[in-house]
């Protein structure tokens, strides 16, 4: 018999425990506040366990579910409901579910409210009571059942499934199928096990998949969201045998990613923390920035320089990978009072005459024929142009040309040789022999130039994992997470450094990394006209205060194009690159009218929801249509971007919210525009009347 154990408002979310009294074990199920389930308890002929976990030598889950997951493993079956307790302060509130899982060892569920927020943080902590070693092979940061509650049987053609899928310069691209359509519908018998595990595998965490789940129940309007804070390896399951669904996910497990953990009597371990929140009425776009939410506090705990967004610039698409004392001088007289804030040298500041950038990272010596007399007079000209000094670091990777390349005892290993890629090998993060070196090479560098912002980026990923630990996926997780330690020793010991969070571009945008940094290169989708698809896309995943897009602007571009670049930084963070010093009067007047506008609407890219308006687009690398984005700030106003990729329509139209007199205060594009506020059937909308194709117009409302 299921019944329920406990509700707890939290906000306008209700989390409920269900206890089956047979097994003793425990579900969790979350529904929006003043909803109510139909016959919730009668419905249940079973409870889908709030812990998903397997310990080695223990069964495997029948129904066929061999291969393809292992949740529902008899560890899982066996657990029993020791207790549950709450713990709470002015500032959140925390519910501890405590399982008994047999031979002294428990399993705790901990999921937390920080008051006011629309969101929950979830994790599992396993505790080895016993006498002798435990070695797991899944252990959940989540574990939610009962979807849906609003509807009677199986919900047909009602579930539907929607992940972020990333590429490399294509990150973010929402994928929504059905339940039917993944065959996670129940069999006739209620038997056979459906089950959808993704992820993704090695040390780019958004490799094909961001850690971002939602189910949506199209028939009540109500959307369950997850995220995962993990910089390394991860799954997420969605599992089925009956009526309810339930989702889950954490760590990679053994048969995913290689990963099996010892716990000794007396250790325990933590999984990684989940995002969590359930809504209704908010669309995929609101849940989704319901979860963003939660990296708010970390961001606005960051360095006060961050605060008010300011403008980069960054001179790789200017030197494209060689940076000089000379050609940074020439930059710098050429942007010197336009409004930038941040000026970052990025690769091949270190590299050898006739060697590429790519393959000499890793020594970090300072090139004599690029900068003869040192960084000194370098940094010394970006502090009197009234810029903020950066230099960029690949301080995991190493190049085939560097020196430590060869320096095999410190490097990760697997099958006891050198891990090694095309061009790259990777320094042993957990090694005290790399964390000294890392600290005179790179931190070392920092403090003896007075730099204030580093750009960190990674270009490959490790794969299956590594040599080390008790198996390749633990390895992978014990390197990355001293990745993420020394990045916190650099905050450590540069108070207020400014940090950028790159990986080939977009391949770190989990939260957990982007909780450490202050902002991250958004892609390295830097000159394409794909730019504003992917950076709209983000906005479901990572805070557009975060996102650091780039406009490069070339000599030959008209004015219409230059326009275009601009405004895509509009959607972010902006950056500037590209042919500065010789770019025209009129090319210059654009720029610095893009820079002034930004300025404008920064409120509104640091607090706001943003809305997706447009065509449905299918090729990103040859557009058809049109984009239309709406961010609005309660108290800034709200920003309209149109970027028009073929002219199929005369008019294209963003409805505006309800309930507010709106008017254009300012317009930012290449020459005149007719932009109207117009009234129609169901409210006032934006409208902007298409003059031709591949181009963008900005407009702030107020």
């Known amino acids: 018999m299921v019944t329920i154990l406990n509700r707890y408002a939290l906000g306008d979310m209700d989390c409920c425990y269900f206890k089956d009294s047979e097994s003793g074990n425990v579900e969790l199920a979350l529904i929006p506040a003043g909803m109510e389930p139909l016959a919730w308890e009668k419905k249940r002929q079973r409870v889908d366990s709030l812990i998903q976990i397997k310990k080695a030598g223990d069964a495997y889950p029948g129904g066929y579910a061999g291969g393809a997951t292992l949740r529902e493993s008899a560890t899982t079956g066996a657990l029993r409901f020791e207790r549950q307790y709450v713990e709470e302060d002015e500032e959140q509130t925390a519910i501890y579910t405590v399982m008994d899982c047999g031979q002294g060892c428990r399993a705790t569920h901990v999921l937390v409210w920080k008051k006011g927020s629309l969101h929950l943080e979830c994790r599992t902590e396993f505790e080895n009571g016993g006498e002798k070693r435990v070695s797991l092979e899944l252990l959940s940061s989540f574990s939610l059942g009962g979807i849906t509650p609003f509807t009677e049987?199986?919900?047909?053609?009602?579930?539907?499934?929607?992940?972020?899928?990333?590429?490399?310069?294509?990150?973010?691209?929402?994928?929504?199928?059905?339940?039917?359509?993944?065959?996670?519908?129940?069999?006739?018998?209620?038997?056979?096990?459906?089950?959808e595990r993704f992820g993704q595998v090695g040390s780019m965490p958004v490799n094909r998949y961001f850690p971002w789940l939602v189910v949506e129940d199209q028939a009540n309007d109500v959307f369950w969201g997850a995220q995962l804070m993990h910089n390394a390896s991860w799954q997420m399951e969605i599992y089925r045998k009956d009526d309810a669904a339930a989702i889950s996910g954490g760590l990679a497990d053994r048969e995913f990613g290689h990963w099996m953990k010892?716990?000794?009597?007396?250790?325990?371990?933590?999984?990684?923390?989940a995002i969590l929140s359930v809504c209704a009425?908010?669309?995929?776009?609101?849940?989704?920035?319901?979860?963003?939410?939660?990296?708010?506090?970390?961001?606005?705990?960051?360095?006060?320089?961050?605060?008010?967004?300011?403008?980069?610039?960054?001179e790789y698409c200017t030197t494209w990978g060689c940076p000089s004392h000379e050609n940074i001088c020439g930059i710098l007289d050429a942007i010197r009072g336009k409004g930038f804030a941040y000026f970052v040298i990025d690769c091949g500041w270190y590299k050898k005459e006739g060697i590429p950038w790519h393959i000499m990272m890793g020594d970090y010596d300072i090139s004599k024929e690029l900068f003869p007399q040192g960084l000194d007079k370098t940094v010394a000209a970006i502090r009197e142009a009234g810029m903020k000094p950066g230099i960029w670091f690949e301080i995991e990777n190493v190049g085939e040309a560097a020196g430590q390349y060869r320096n095999e005892e410190h490097l990760l290993k697997r099958d006891g040789v050198p891990l090694s890629t095309t061009s790259r090998r990777f320094f042993d993060m957990r090694d005290p022999w790399v964390e000294d070196y890392l600290t005179r090479k790179v931190i070392g560098t920092l403090k003896d130039y007075g730099f204030e912002y580093m750009k960190i980026d990674y270009n490959?990923?490790?794969?299956?994992?590594?040599?080390?630990?008790?198996?390749?996926?633990?390895?992978?997780?014990?390197?990355?997470?001293?990745?993420?330690?020394?990045?916190?020793?650099?905050?450590?010991?540069?108070?207020?450094?400014?940090?950028?969070?790159?990986?080939?571009?977009?391949?770190r945008l989990e939260p957990l990394m982007m909780s450490a940094t202050s902002m991250a290169s958004f892609s390295d989708a830097h000159e394409c006209e794909e730019i504003p698809v992917i950076a709209a896309n983000l906005h479901r995943v990572i805070l557009p205060r975060q996102s650091q897009i780039w406009a490069v602007i070339h000599k030959e571009d008209s004015l219409k194009r230059i326009a275009y670049s601009v405004a895509n930084t509009f959607l972010g963070r902006?950056?500037?690159?590209?042919?500065?010093?010789?770019?025209?009067?009129?090319?210059?007047?654009?720029?610095?009218?893009?820079?002034?506008?930004?300025?404008?609407?920064?409120?509104?890219?640091?607090?706001?929801?943003?809305?997706?308006?447009?065509s449905r687009l299918g090729s990103y690398r040859h557009l058809k249509g049109?984009?239309?984005?709406?961010?609005?700030?309660?108290?800034?106003?709200?920003?309209?971007?149109?970027?028009?990729?073929?002219?199929?329509?005369?008019?294209?139209?963003?409805?505006?919210?309800?309930?507010?007199?709106?008017?254009?205060?300012?317009?930012?594009?290449?020459?005149?525009?007719q932009i109207s506020i117009e009234d129609g059937p169901d409210g006032k909308s934006l409208c902007y009347r298409v003059r031709e194709e591949k181009e963008a117009v900005a407009v702030l409302l107020r």
């Open 153 to 195: 049987q199986d919900a047909p053609e009602s579930l539907l499934v929607h992940r972020v899928r990333s590429v490399w310069s294509m990150e973010g691209r929402l994928e929504s199928r059905t339940m039917e359509e993944l065959q996670l519908e129940p069999s006739w018998a209620g038997h056979a096990v459906r089950c």
């Open 262 to 273: 010892h716990v000794e009597p007396g250790e325990s371990f933590v999984s990684p923390v």
């Open 281 to 314: 009425g908010k669309g995929v776009d609101g849940i989704a920035q319901r979860m963003t939410a939660a990296l708010e506090p970390y961001v606005d705990a960051g360095p006060e320089s961050e605060q008010d967004l300011p403008v980069l610039f960054n």
């Open 574 to 614: 902006m950056c500037i690159s590209g042919d500065v010093t010789e770019l025209d009067e009129d090319q210059w007047g654009l720029i610095e009218g893009g820079i002034a506008f930004y300025k404008r609407i920064a409120p509104i890219i640091k607090k706001g929801v943003t809305y997706f308006h447009g």
């Open 626 to 673: 049109w984009q239309g984005i709406l961010r609005v700030s309660q108290a800034q106003g709200a920003l309209a971007l149109f970027h028009i990729f073929t002219k199929d329509q005369d008019v294209v139209k963003i409805p505006l919210p309800e309930g507010k007199d709106w008017t254009v205060e300012d317009v930012y594009s290449a020459g005149e525009c």
């Open 460 to 507: 490959d990923t490790i794969g299956l994992g590594c040599d080390g630990a008790e198996s390749l996926g633990e390895g992978l997780r014990q390197n990355m997470a001293a990745s993420l330690a020394f990045l916190e020793k650099v905050k450590r010991e540069i108070p207020g450094i400014i940090l950028e969070n790159c990986a080939s571009g977009g391949h």
